[in-house]
C-alpha cells in the first residue's frame, strides 16, 4: 500500500480525489501517456502500477479489482490483453514522469506520466550486474590487499623499534653499573686513606 501523502488532498475531498485518480488512470491505460500536473502524476503513479500488478495476475479476481477503479471494461480489457503481457518481464517500474514546463494559464508545474513500454532485456541486465560485482569485487580486493600491506609494514617497524628500546636500556643499565663500580673503589681508596691519616 503506498504510503499516504501529507498535506491538502487532490479536489475537494477523499471522494472526489478517488475519483480524480480514477479518470487520470483510465485515461493513462486507455491513451498510453497523459499530461497532467506534477502532484496529480506523483499521485496517479503507485494506482497505476499497482493496477498493472493485477491485470499481471490475469485471474477474475484481480479483474474485478481492477474494475472498483477503472470503470470502462474496453480499458480494462486493453489493460489485461496488451499492457500486462508487455509488462510480463518487467518487476515494477511500469511508469515513468518528466517534467515538462510550466502551464501557461496559473504556471504550474506540468508533467508527462507513461507507460514504460521498451522491452526488458535480461541479458543485458545480467551483464550490467556482474560487471558491478566484478568492479565490487576488485575494489574490496584491493582495499584488502592494503590493508594486509600496510600491518606487515606497522609490525615490522615496530619490532625494529622495540629492539632498539631494548638495546638501550639494556645499555643504559649497564653504564650506571660501570660508573658505580668506578666509583665504589675510589670511595673506598678515600675512607681508607682518611683512617689511615687519623691513626698517624
Known sequence: M????KGPRLGGGPAHERLILANLSTALFEHGRI?????KAKRLRPLAERLITFAKRGDLHARRRVLTVVR??????TLFTEIAP???ERNGGYTRITKVGNRKGDNAPM????????????????VKEATKATEKAAKKGSKKDAETAAPVEETEETTAAEAEATEAPAEETAAPAE??????PAEETAAEETEEKKEA
Do not use: R, Y
Open 35 to 39: 499530461t497532467t500536473t506534477e502532484t
Open 72 to 77: 470502462d471494461k474496453s480499458v480494462v480489457h
Open 179 to 184: 660508573a658505580e663500580a668506578t666509583e665504589a
Open 111 to 126: 508533467a508527462v506520466i507513461e507507460l514504460v513500454t521498451e522491452p526488458v532485456s535480461p541479458k543485458q541486465a545480467v
Open 2 to 5: 503506498p504510503t499516504p501523502t
Open 86 to 88: 508487455a509488462m510480463a
